[in-house]
């Protein structure tokens, strides 16, 4: 079974950065090597949201609107990790953030969760 786990999150200044990790166990490098992976993000009371997604080989990027320009998904295949790289944080950027992968082009059936990471960005 696949299983990713989250770290990096914490306490930081409005207009701060903070960079997350992604380590996935549990398959071998060249099966990573084939999942699509993502950042989810879930604020208090609201739904769980798409932060950003990247393609197996790394070429394409997705990013919500509200963190275009702010935020960089990344990853590193041999060391089976994703990142998300945060600047320019906002208060409203406050969540437990969560990392994803599944097999082949990015979508939510069949993806394997994180048990996610807290962010929280102080006014």
């Known amino acids: 079974q696949v299983q990713l786990v989250e770290s990096g999150g914490g306490l930081v200044q409005a207009g701060g950065s903070l960079r997350l990790s992604c380590a996935a166990s549990g398959l071998t490098v060249g099966t990573f090597s084939t999942y699509s992976a993502g950042w989810f993000r879930q604020a208090p009371g609201k739904e769980r949201e798409f932060v950003a997604t990247?393609?197996?080989?790394?070429?394409?990027?997705y990013y919500a609107d509200s963190v275009k320009g702010r935020f960089t998904i990344s990853r590193d295949n041999a060391k089976k990790m994703v990142y998300l790289q945060m600047s320019s944080l906002k208060p409203e950027d406050t969540a437990v953030y969560y990392c994803?992968?599944?097999?082949?082009?990015?979508?939510?059936?069949?993806?394997?969760w994180g048990q996610g990471t807290q962010v929280t960005v102080s006014s």
């Open positions: 994803a992968a599944r097999y082949g082009r990015w979508s939510y059936e069949g993806a394997y």
């Open positions: 990247i393609t197996w080989s790394g070429d394409s990027t």
